[in-house]
């Protein structure tokens, strides 16, 4: 979630971000070998995005090199990219559509989750998860924000709250190794 030249290097840089980013690289390259489906959810904000940009300056703008993903973490060929316009990666777009098409159309029953910012839209996406009946699973160490103390405070409560699993990716790794899909 959310891996972008302006969260990872730009106008809302996350100083954070950076030391997850061979985590995320490594936990996709085994998800591919797998073929368990992989999706971005990115923010792609309008400049019209009052109720965030006011709050948060202009970040993620359409079209600009600040709203693409990292070269670290480029999408590759059967990659899905989803764009949203609010913390939350189900919000007003097609995931859960696309979600419920994979696995010949049986649909996914777990989510992991990566990237920024845990407390803010891995928080709200968990939430949204958690509605539609999805476990999740928190990568520990594949997440992160501006601080550790929101970082800690936003995993506690989506466990807490939501039933998350919170995670190492090591461990998440064994556990699609392990899965005989």
């Not at 965030?52 to 590759?76: C, F, N, S, V």
């Not at 029953?109 to 845990?118: M, N, P, Q, S």
Request: glycine share 6%; hydrophobic share 35%; with cysteine.
């Amino acid at each position: 979630m959310d891996m972008l030249n302006d969260f990872i290097k730009g106008s809302l840089k996350c100083e954070r971000a950076s030391e997850i980013v061979p985590n995320i690289s490594t936990l996709l390259n085994v998800a591919r070998d797998k073929q368990i489906p992989i999706f971005y959810c990115v923010d792609e904000h309008l400049p019209t995005d009052s109720y965030e940009l006011d709050l948060w300056g202009p970040h993620a703008i359409k079209g600009t090199i600040g709203q693409q993903i990292i070269d670290e973490l480029k999408p590759q060929r059967y990659d899905t990219v989803i764009t949203k316009r609010t913390y939350s990666a189900f919000d007003r777009n097609n995931l859960d559509k696309v979600l419920n098409e994979e696995y010949n159309g049986k649909g996914v029953d777990t989510v992991i989750i990566t990237g920024v910012h845990t407390h803010i839209c891995g928080k709200h996406t968990s939430y949204d998860a958690f509605t539609r009946g999805l476990k999740i699973i928190i990568a520990e160490d594949g997440t992160q924000a501006f601080s550790e103390e929101d970082h800690l405070s936003g995993l506690e409560y989506i466990k807490k709250i939501y039933g998350a699993d919170i995670k190492k990716i090591d461990k998440i790794i064994e556990l699609l190794v392990a899965n005989k899909q």
